[in-house]
T-cell receptor, first 116, second 116 residues
Framework: GAVVSQHPSRVICKSGTSVKIECRSL??????MFWYRQFPKKSLMLMAT?????????EQGVEKDKFLINHASLTLSTLTVTSAHPEDSSFYIC????????????FGPGTRLTVT | AQTVTQSQPEMSVQEAETVTLSCTYD???????LFWYKQPPSRQMILVIR??????QNATENRFSVNFQKAAKSFSLKISDSQLGDTAMYFC?????????????FGAGTQVVVTP
């Protein structure tokens, strides 16, 4: 099956700094990519939908200025957590869809962010 | 808005036995897809099974099968002949048909522990 990678897999940053997480579709061009957040022992919450060349669509309650999404190409989407705080610590997962509706969806392995 | 409810936080089953996970959902949509995803300790999301709402026939995938009751808005997963590798968090997910392709609404998850 298709592969989606995320980089880095783990990152520790200091409070007030920004951190960028990359999501890449390795062997296909993704129609759309999605960003999810998962708290420990909790479910995945959709944060935003990312389409190449256009602004991301954020879910209700997600701060777009805090979580900047850039979708530079059909194979790369980035999530930048700006001015990170300890409460931003979480597991961030991206996914990408390809093909025709209802599409095949592939998940990245996730990125664990710890803000100290 | 859709809601997905998984009422069993944790289920334990012995190897070779069968376990059934429950999932109910609430929607006013007529066309949609339902999924079961598995998240093992590696945190990688793995698609277990997919059901199209317009299909009456229940989906099966090897040892995994669903009982889809559209009128009752119920979508349970049966794992037969459980194996140690089935130990994971299982999430039920809902996807609307149409302009929300790829956007998944997840339930809270059920932790399945398979014991020897």
């Amino acid at each position: 099956g298709a592969v989606v990678s995320q980089h880095p897999s783990r990152v520790i940053c200091k409070s007030g700094t920004s951190v960028k997480i990359e999501c890449r579709s390795l062997d296909f061009q993704a129609t759309t990519m999605f960003w999810y957040r998962q708290f420990p022992k909790k479910s995945l919450m959709l944060m935003a939908t990312s389409n190449e060349g256009s602004k991301a669509t954020y879910e209700q309650g997600v701060e777009k200025d805090k979580f900047l999404i850039n979708h530079a190409s059909l194979t790369l989407s980035t999530l930048t957590v700006t001015s990170a705080h300890p409460e931003d610590s979480s597991f961030y997962i991206c996914s990408a869809i390809e093909g025709e509706p209802p599409y095949e969806q592939y998940f990245g392995p996730g990125t664990r962010l710890t803000v100290t | 808005a859709q809601t997905v409810t998984q009422s069993q936080p944790e289920m334990s089953v012995q190897e070779a036995e069968t376990v059934t996970l429950s999932c109910t959902y609430d929607t006013s949509e007529n066309n949609y897809y339902l999924f079961w995803y598995k998240q093992p300790p590696s945190r990688q999301m793995i698609l277990v099974i997919r059901q199209e709402a317009y299909k009456q026939q229940n989906a099966t995938e090897n040892r995994f099968s669903v009982n889809f009751q559209k009128a009752a808005k119920s979508f349970s997963l049966k794992i037969s002949d459980s194996q140690l590798g089935d130990t994971a968090m299982y999430f039920c997910a809902f996807m609307k048909w149409g302009d929300s392709w790829g956007k998944l609404q997840f339930g809270a998850g059920t932790q399945v522990v398979v014991t020897p």
